[in-house]
């Protein structure tokens, strides 16, 4: 079975600019979160979808913004980039939200 | 104070040994409880879930004292292959559908030939 799949992998964008990050969740995990993950801390949450909703947001600028399609893939959308939105951004999904999550290899995205 | 504090690190073990990761969460609410793994530059990979009954999984060996809201992982007979940051995860769900994993800084250990 597949794991949960990110793309790209690697991305370099310059200050201003929009960026969308994708992730396809395990077959049949509905629930889907967004990290972001800067060198020498843990992850921090972003969004949570579960169901095609948002049921969760952390506390991140509007410059954020994220959704989940019918088949529970999902998009995390940052605009206006800054350099310190340079990070490792990762997706997990989980199948109920008392479950574990398992996280994608996610995005390593670079701001110049 | 932190929502996830971890033992700052690193910890440098020589092969074969004991080693405890200590892990306190602020939020009492919280309700899972978890170990994960992070190899340098890759993403995190659960480890074990903590239970308040304690929860073994080979050398591994996990401790919840909800009361204290503290939460420990034991390594026993530590390999060169345990050499990874471990991440101490706390889910919080706030109602039908919803949660936030929360996470410490990590503690890095190398475990020497």
């Known amino acids: 079975d597949a794991g949960v799949t990110q793309s790209p992998t690697h991305l370099i964008k310059t200050r201003g600019q929009h960026v969308t990050l994708r992730c396809s969740p395990i077959s049949g995990h509905k629930s889907v979160s967004w990290y972001q993950q800067v060198l020498g801390q843990g992850p921090q949450f972003i969004f949570q979808y579960y169901e095609k909703e948002e049921r969760g947001r952390g506390n991140f600028p509007d410059r954020f913004s994220a959704r989940q399609f019918p088949n529970y893939s999902s998009e995390l959308n940052v605009n206006a980039l800054l350099l310190g939105d340079s990070a490792l951004y990762l997706c997990?999904?989980?199948?109920?939200?008392?479950?574990?999550?398992?996280f994608g290899q996610g995005t390593r995205l670079t701001v110049v | 104070r932190k929502e996830v504090e971890q033992d700052p690190g690193p910890f440098n073990v020589p092969e074969g040994a004991t080693v405890a990761f200590n892990c306190t969460y602020s939020n009492s609410a919280s309700q899972s409880f978890f170990w994960y793994r992070q190899d340098c530059r890759k993403e995190p990979k659960l480890l074990m879930s903590v239970y308040s009954s304690g929860n073994e999984d080979g050398r591994f060996t996990a401790q919840l004292n909800r009361a204290s809201q503290y939460i420990s992982l034991l390594i026993r007979d530590s390999k060169l292959s345990d050499s990874a940051t471990y991440l101490c995860v706390v889910n919080t769900h706030s109602g039908a559908g919803s949660y936030q994993l929360t996470f410490g800084k990590g503690t890095k250990l190398s475990v020497i030939p």
């Open positions: 997990a999904s989980s199948l109920w939200w008392e479950n574990e999550a398992f």
